[in-house]
Each structure stands twice: as structure tokens, then as C-alpha cells.
């Protein structure tokens, strides 16, 4: 139960987290197929070989908000895991992406068959970066992938794939139904979903959690209760640091060395 002060700690800590966090330290740029997609690197403070997570955004970029995707880059480079915001949408996915004037139903069903074409390339880009950080001197050979919204379908469809990402965690995301089917793998994953998610339905994080579990991962399914599509992104709902901290803790020991 939330009790109030639960809540008020939550918010406390939250505050706290965004008066005191960095920026990336190091920018660079990977290619796939004809595409150069910037990446940025957050980096933690310790010294050695050290695990990542590339970080996916929704649909919407990560600029628009940014400190709320910063937020659980500072919690885990503070733990000892490197991040990385991976830009893998192109300008014309900006551009496709992008609502135009029509019908919701039109719309949707431009969206989804737009998403589908789009998966393999996504899903390319994203084990690209993942090579582009194994290879680093600093690698501890240990990643995984953090995905939200649509960056939570990209992330479960290149976990599938590729089989060199050791662990999952998806907000408010799904595997595509066009992989789901094909699916024979899944790293350990995590899916946390609001129940009140009018975007992506709380069925889908349930089904992703389903499809590890059947493929003998270890998943586990956090709903949040009353709470909408990207509930996490609030500066003052204690939910967001309970996520974060969810999502920091669950990293931390699957991608230890």
C-alpha cells in the first residue's frame, strides 16, 4: 500500500535525483544499412571494465523529455553501469511518426503497419550499437537494453534476436506481433505497466512477461494501478522513483561480470 509517507519519501527522492544530475560525457555516431544514428554516453564514475544499457525512447524522441530519460541514466552509471541513449529512429521515421490529420483509427492503423516494416531495420540499429560498445576497451561484455513505448517493442524484439543482450526491462512496451511467433529466446526481463494505459494495453506488457516465461526465461510483470502511459516521466508521482529504482535493482545483478 502507498501509504503518505511513502509517497512523500518517493517525491523527496525524485526531487533530490533531478537537482543532481549529469550530462552525457562522450557523443558519437553508429552506422546501419545507410543510416549514421547518434548515441550518447553516460558514464559512471567508477574505474575498470563496466556493463551498459542502451536506453530506447518512445516514439516521440528522447529530447522532448529528456531529464526524465536522464533520470535512470544517473541511477545506474551511479551503480556502476555505463548508458547509452541510442537516437535510432532516422528523420523520415521522425517524419512518418509524426500525427498527421486523420481519423484515430486511421492513424493507428497507418502507425502500426508503418512499425512493422520498421522492426528489422530498428532492431539492426540496435545490436550495431551493441557491437560498437562490446568492442570498447572499457566493456565489461555484459548489456542490456532499456526500451519505453515503442523503444520497449524495438528492445523485446532485439533481445530476441540477439542473443548477446544478458538482460530486458520494458515500460509501458511489447514483443511485435509479427516476432512473436518466432521467438525461441529471451534474456531475464522485466516489464513494468501502468494499468490505465490508453497507448499500449497493459495486455501487452502481460503477454511479453508470458512469451519470456514460455521460452524459460526469468520475467517478471509490475503493474501499476490507476496509472497512464508514461506514468514514470511525472517530477512528481513517488511512482517514478519506484520504477527507476525497480529498473536500476533489476539490472544490477544480471549484468554483473
Known amino acids: 500500500m502507498i501509504t503518505r509517507r511513502t509517497a512523500m519519501t518517493g517525491i523527496a527522492a525524485l526531487l533530490t535525483s533531478m537537482s543532481a544530475h549529469g550530462a552525457p560525457g562522450e557523443q558519437f555516431s553508429v552506422t546501419s544499412g545507410n543510416d549514421s544514428l547518434p548515441v550518447s554516453r553516460y558514464a559512471a564514475t567508477v574505474a575498470g571494465k563496466r556493463p551498459a544499457v542502451i536506453v530506447l525512447h518512445g516514439s516521440r524522441g528522447i529530447e522532448l523529455r529528456l531529464r526524465a530519460y536522464e533520470r535512470y541514466a544517473d541511477a545506474l552509471s551511479a551503480k556502476g553501469i555505463d548508458v547509452y541513449f541510442l537516437r535510432y529512429m532516422t528523420p523520415a521515421d521522425t517524419a512518418a511518426l509524426t500525427p498527421k490529420s486523420s481519423t484515430h483509427e486511421s492513424r493507428l492503423e497507418s502507425r502500426l503497419a508503418y512499425d512493422t516494416a520498421r522492426f528489422d531495420d530498428w532492431a539492426d540499429t540496435v545490436s550495431a550499437t551493441a557491437t560498437a560498445i562490446l568492442g570498447r576497451s572499457d566493456s565489461s561484455g555484459r548489456i542490456g537494453l532499456l526500451g519505453f513505448s515503442l523503444g520497449g517493442y524495438v528492445a523485446a524484439d532485439t533481445a530476441a534476436r540477439d542473443t548477446r543482450i544478458a538482460a530486458l526491462a520494458v515500460l509501458y512496451g ?35 512477461v508470458a512469451l519470456g516465461k514460455s521460452v524459460g526465461a526469468e520475467a517478471e510483470f509490475v503493474p501499476y494501478p490507476g496509472k497512464a502511459h508514461g506514468f514514470d516521466f511525472s517530477d512528481t508521482d513517488p511512482m517514478t522513483s519506484d520504477a527507476i529504482d525497480r529498473v536500476t535493482r533489476f539490472f544490477q545483478p544480471r549484468l554483473a561480470a
Open 174 to 208: 511489447g514483443m511485435p506481433d509479427a516476432m512473436t511467433a518466432k521467438v525461441k529466446h529471451l534474456p531475464p526481463l522485466i516489464a513494468l505497466h501502468g494499468e490505465a494505459d490508453r497507448n499500449v494495453p497493459v495486455a501487452k506488457g502481460r503477454q511479453l
